[in-house]
């Protein structure tokens, strides 16, 4: 993640959840992300905010999905810049799966 690169950002929906990836596009409540994963549970951040900001403290306790290539949401609610530190974190929390 570079200055010069698309913002990562977290993005909390209506009805699809939360999602963290590279900003790709935003028109009105339509966003546009890309290398995201959906945020189904987090330990150790007390809300998104912390989240964006540091991370989480407990990520072997997450349960975030796998990266999706691209992900169009439809009725996002709340945008959030997240910082190289938080960024880092939530790479390295491993993938929730069956």
């Known amino acids: ?42 330990s150790g951040a007390a809300s998104l905010s912390q989240l964006a900001m540091e991370g989480v403290k407990n990520p072997g306790s997450c349960k975030f999905s796998m990266e999706v290539r691209s992900i169009l949401l439809t009725e996002a609610i709340e945008i959030i810049a997240v910082t190289k530190e938080a960024f880092n974190n939530i790479k390295k929390v491993p993938v929730w799966k069956l």
């Open 1 to 42: 993640m570079d200055e010069q690169s698309k913002p990562y950002v977290i993005v909390r929906t209506y009805s699809a959840g939360v999602h963290a990836g590279t900003l790709i596009s935003r028109n009105g409540k339509e966003v546009t992300l890309c290398d995201a994963r959906r945020l189904w549970f987090w």
